[in-house]
């Protein structure tokens, strides 16, 4: 991989690779953008396959964080750190005191948090060696139920665009993913009166999906599920060549980053009629949350899920732009996110004496 021609295509910051041998961390923090402020960003730790890949993941994830802070209103950057480590077998307090003097030897232009492979309590011990970190376990924890109303609301927002309603009542809605966020979802959905197909890699997650109301179907056959609504609450890339002539929905909205495994594939989905809510805007009330707890006043859940309720909002309004510019969703709410980055640079011009 040419590294400096992949950063220079995307206007990339910083990339920082991380290793510790006594607990065999080994790392890669991105730094995207930080125009609107330090780079706010989760870590994600997972059994890559290979080095390359866990460098492209992290680019991927912390460009989309620059977007996501953005388009929340957000003054954060974007950035991200991955782990190279197996999260059922791998975590140790070792490993993540070495992570958290990583990221304080970024002087507090990384900000960490929560993300796939994680949970509040190793940002605990990543607090002991940094304050640069979020999701503590005695302040806001784990983001995942403000993610998923998050994602509830922005499903509302697309339903109405698409369907001429948010009402999500007697809609089949395709769950891919039953962790914590998509549990949470699932929840919402059938509090709103909706069918639910849930599906995951991991059988107990279907089964706790089942037990809240969902109807399991295999892994491999999601994508061909008759419904009205496809939530991607896995990981990312699943709408790519292969999956979307398979789609029977007429919406996608879920938790999932990077859903589109290339840009080109917002364009495929329109071309089927099918219509997408951009993963960044739907996904918005994880960061939204941590945001929340380090803002000065303190954490309050009351604030995090007031704000995360704007979500519908703001798609709304990606969806107004796409239609005023002639664009496709995903153009939108990159137009949405970069015009306010590119507003504040602009503003910056003007010298503020320290």
């Known amino acids: ?70 388009a929340m209103g957000l003054n954060y950057g974007g950035g991200k750190a991955v782990m190279i480590a197996d999260p059922k077998k791998d975590k140790t307090e070792e490993l993540f005191r070495a992570f958290g003097r990583f990221v304080h030897s970024l002087g507090g232009r990384y900000i960490t948090a929560e993300d796939v492979g994680c949970a509040a309590e190793d940002m605990g011990i990543i607090r002991q060696e940094t304050p640069y970190v979020g999701g503590l376990p005695d302040v806001s924890g784990n983001p995942s139920t403000v993610t998923a109303f998050g994602v509830f609301r922005a499903m509302m927002a697309a339903a109405k665009h698409a369907f001429g309603s948010d009402d999500l009542k007697g809609k089949k809605v395709a769950v891919q993913g039953a962790g914590n966020v998509g549990q949470s979802l699932i929840k919402h959905l059938i509090e709103a009166g909706a069918t639910v197909y849930v599906s995951d890699i991991f059988p107990e997650k279907v089964d706790q999906a089942v037990n809240l109301g969902a109807q399991a179907v295999e892994s491999d056959k999601i994508f061909d599920q008759d419904c009205d609504i496809f939530a991607p609450c896995a990981l990312g890339a699943i709408l790519n060549d292969d999956t979307i002539p398979r789609l029977k929905a007429k919406v996608i909205c879920g938790s999932a980053n990077n859903q589109l495994l290339e840009p080109r594939h917002g364009a495929a989905l329109a071309e089927r009629g099918i219509l997408y809510a951009p993963d960044f805007i739907a996904n918005g009330g994880g960061v939204i949350n941590v945001a929340q707890e380090l803002s000065e006043g303190g954490y309050c859940e009351k604030r995090a899920l007031a704000k995360a309720a704007q979500i519908y909002d703001i798609l709304t309004r990606v969806f107004a732009i796409a239609k005023e510019r002639n664009i496709y969703p995903h153009e939108a709410a990159d137009f949405l996110a970069e015009e306010r980055i590119r507003k504040a640079l602009e503003q910056k011009k003007m010298y503020l004496p320290k």
């Open 1 to 70: 991989m040419e590294l400096f021609k992949y950063m220079a295509q995307d206007d990339y910051e910083q990339v920082v690779f991380g290793y510790d041998r006594v607990s065999g961390l080994k790392t890669i923090i991105v730094l995207h953008d930080t125009t609107l402020g330090p780079a706010l960003g989760g870590l994600r730790i997972w059994p890559y396959k290979c080095e390359e890949d866990a460098l492209v993941d992290a680019l991927r994830l912390a460009r989309g964080m620059t977007y996501k802070n953005s």
